[in-house]
């Protein structure tokens, strides 16, 4: 029997995998003394070891020739990615190679790429699909108060909150053993408000639904602290004490009353105040954010707004009180923490801080003036793809930007004009059939690392089985392509090595790992950041006391409403938003294929509302085309009361004619660099029938 984790989202449910008695893959069951999930696993934990089957996942390279691709051994797929970053580096100059990562990643592998790009390569071209996921809230929290951790509290203070206001998530779907603990608040006396353009089965759940046109998050927020004010629910003695910034939020807040609230998001000011009374009659509150808010071109603004009214209402920085985000890739929180984003090294250090330069560059023993400066976020790396100037030869390691990215088409095409693409992966995704090598790698349960979970909890899964011949661990490919480039040391492929290593880079970071070993997870069953020493006892709760800012005060950010990149016109009359179904994970490279969840949701859906339909002459099922400004698909109607009648929704797992991010907007957010994936505008017909 093994204690570990899912391979999924970033609850990072525990399980036990137990050798099945019928042969096969492994047993697995949820740990009940693992407390985020208590047991508990959603139909993707549970049916996680299909991945392990043979048959499911590559094991071993292919290598691309005149004929496609072929399998290949170890020595010639490695010597083709070398030789080719090599030639690109040596004839466009080392910014022309790049690396892509991901939010699935463990610390150690994110870790390690990072140093890869920088040492190795000596790139500026790297980052991740992170970017695509929680980059908004992370840079909004950063500015609000002075440091991002996804949920500053553990997630058990959820229950025990007074009000907890939901905004764009929906984990009835996206993590269902979390859904406990918002039961749980309810039984406690306490309120859920959710806020989402979907009536989603987590709005089902709620005491108050609100239900905003897409990309109004913001001006709802900015309304409901209008209201805040003028009802008199702020904390004066709190914002004197513990902000600055308030006059100008004050001002913003005020500039969005009611009725013009009502009028940008189609709330009805009753309802604004109603979520108003259920937030300020407790004494402790919660805002929570998901996709919805961050994934828009003002998303890094959005999540200020929010934040916002935590702050003026002096629910922050307190106990039960607060801010947080639901972080969705299983490493989306460790993944943003050490060094596989454009613009950072490890521990949350800035790329273009003197200090931060010179403390890794001395670990990694090269002179502060030969690490790279900044590079492109994740979507403009894309767009550089094959182009003058831009990246020519491209290691992708967990990700798979064929279906996740936005404007995907427009990804596809610069993929395939690469000179050399090189893709790391368990299965054949569509991204690794565009490769030249395929390199097949280890994945969750035939490996060891750890992964920090939405809370900040650093955890450790554990290898439970052995992987099979013809794969190698993604350290072990770094490591060999790090000898084929000159670097015969500084790349351990052995994961405590490199959490050796990641621990003296954190050392005095705002996310400061160097008290937590292996060791010491295993016998505590996670540690929470920061812990800069193991008598430490980690930090569950943070910003208690002060803030991260050196004067440890929070700030307002004060944003005003605008609209979306794109919104709703005479030959685009409808908003499009996307999301996830329960069965399918991200991308749906894994989740596609393990036979339940395939079957559960076999293929992708246009969701749409019974009097838009009527409108439209289309039934239940029958096929309809959605088109944007860059793309068309086609999938089946499925109608329900519970959209809106000017917004129709579509989940992005599937490649193919139902590719959703054909239609998505590449739009950015002008800090996080987020693409606007939750709103566009799109028409829809009927589909005509060859
Ligand atoms: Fe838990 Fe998420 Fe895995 Fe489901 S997918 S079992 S919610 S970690």
Redesign the pocket.
């Known amino acids: 029997m093994t204690d570990t ?9 525990g ?1 036990r995998l137990s050798p099945n008695p019928a042969g096969g893959v492994p047993e697995v069951t ?1 740990r009940d003394a693992f407390p985020v ?1 208590r047991g ?7 049916t ?1 070891a299909a991945l392990l089957a043979p048959g499911v996942r590559l094991t071993a390279p292919l290598v691309r020739d005149a004929d496609g691709l072929r399998e290949a051994s170890w020595e010639e797929a490695l010597d083709r990615v070398a030789g080719a970053m090599k030639a690109t580096a040596a004839a466009q100059g080392p910014d022309a190679v790049g690396v892509f990562g991901g939010g699935g990643l463990t610390n150690e592998k994110a870790y390690l790429l990072g140093k890869f790009a920088r040492v190795a390569l000596r790139t500026r071209s790297i980052d991740y699909n992170g970017r695509f996921c929680m980059s908004s809230a992370a840079a909004a929290s950063r500015a609000a108060f002075g440091l991002d951790r996804g949920l500053p509290f553990p997630l058990a203070d959820v229950a025990r909150t007074g009000c907890v206001i939901l905004v764009g998530a929906n984990p009835a779907e ?5 859904v406990r603990y918002l039961r749980e608040l309810r039984e406690n006396g306490g309120t859920l408000v959710v806020v989402d353009p979907r009536r989603t089965r987590t709005a089902e759940l709620a005491d108050l639904h609100l239900q905003p046109l897409p990309g109004t998050d913001l001006a709802l927020a900015l309304g409901l602290l209008h209201l805040a004010v003028a009802e008199g629910h702020v904390d004066e003695e709190f914002i004197a004490a513990r902000t600055t910034g308030w006059a100008d939020a004050r001002a913003a807040a005020m500039a969005h009353w009611p009725e013009r609230v009502e009028a940008l998001t189609g709330v009805p000011v009753p309802q604004l105040r109603e979520a108003v009374a259920l937030f300020t009659r407790t004494p402790h509150a919660m805002v929570l954010t998901a996709r919805g808010p961050e994934q828009q071109s003002k998303g890094t603004a959005t999540v200020g707004a929010w934040i916002d009214l935590c702050l003026a209402t002096g629910r922050a920085g307190r106990p039960l009180s607060g801010y947080g985000c639901l972080t969705g890739q ?1 490493n989306g929180q460790g993944g943003r923490e050490h060094g596989q984003k454009a613009d950072q090294l490890p521990g949350y250090r800035s790329l273009e801080d003197p200090g931060a330069r010179a403390h890794i560059a001395a670990l990694w023993g090269v002179d502060p003036g030969a690490l790279p400066h900044s590079g492109s976020s994740a979507y403009e790396l894309l767009d550089s793809l094959g182009r003058p100037g831009g990246v020519r030869t491209l290691l992708v390691m967990g990700s798979n930007p064929v279906v996740s990215a936005p404007d995907a088409a427009r990804i596809t095409r610069r993929l395939t004009a690469l000179d050399h693409l090189a893709v790391c992966d368990v299965v054949l995704s569509e991204t690794a059939l565009l490769a030249d090598v395929v390199l097949p790698v280890t994945q969750w349960a035939e490996e060891t690392g750890t992964l920090t979970n939405l809370e900040g909890r650093v955890l450790l899964r554990r290898a439970a089985v052995t992987p099979p011949a013809g794969v190698r661990s993604d350290l072990a490919v770094l490591h060999e392509l790090a000898q084929r480039l000159g670097h015969a040391t500084g790349f351990s492929s052995v994961p405590e090595e490199v959490f050796a290593e990641l621990r003296r880079a954190t050392a005095g970071a705002p996310a400061d790992y160097s008290g937590i070993s292996y060791d010491r997870i295993a016998a505590e069953d996670g540690v929470f950041w920061p812990c800069p020493s193991p008598e430490h006892p980690g930090t569950p709760r943070l910003f208690l006391d002060r803030f991260a800012h050196p004067d440890g005060r929070a700030r307002f950010t004060a944003p005003s409403h605008r609209p979306a990149a794109e919104e709703p016109d005479e030959a685009y009359p409808l908003y499009l938003t996307t999301g996830r179904t329960v069965s399918h ?1 991200q991308s749906g490279a894994q989740t596609r294929r393990v036979p339940e969840l395939a079957a559960a949701a076999p293929g992708p859906y246009v969701e749409l509302h019974p009097d838009l339909a009527a409108g439209l002459g289309v039934r239940e099922g029958e096929l309809v085309t959605v088109t944007s400004r860059r793309g068309t698909v086609t999938a089946p109607a499925r109608l329900t009361a519970a959209i809106r009648a000017d917004t129709v929704f579509m989940p992005f797992h599937w490649p193919g004619a139902g590719r959703a991010n054909l239609l998505t907007n590449p739009a950015l957010d002008p800090v996080s660099r987020m693409p606007e994936f939750k709103v566009c505008a799109v028409r829809v017909e009927k589909a005509v029938l060859p």
């Open positions: 984790h899912c391979p999924y989202c970033a609850l990072q449910c399980m949820g999930n508990a696993l959603c139909g993707k934990g549970q996680a996206t993590m269902p053993p979390a299983g994970y």
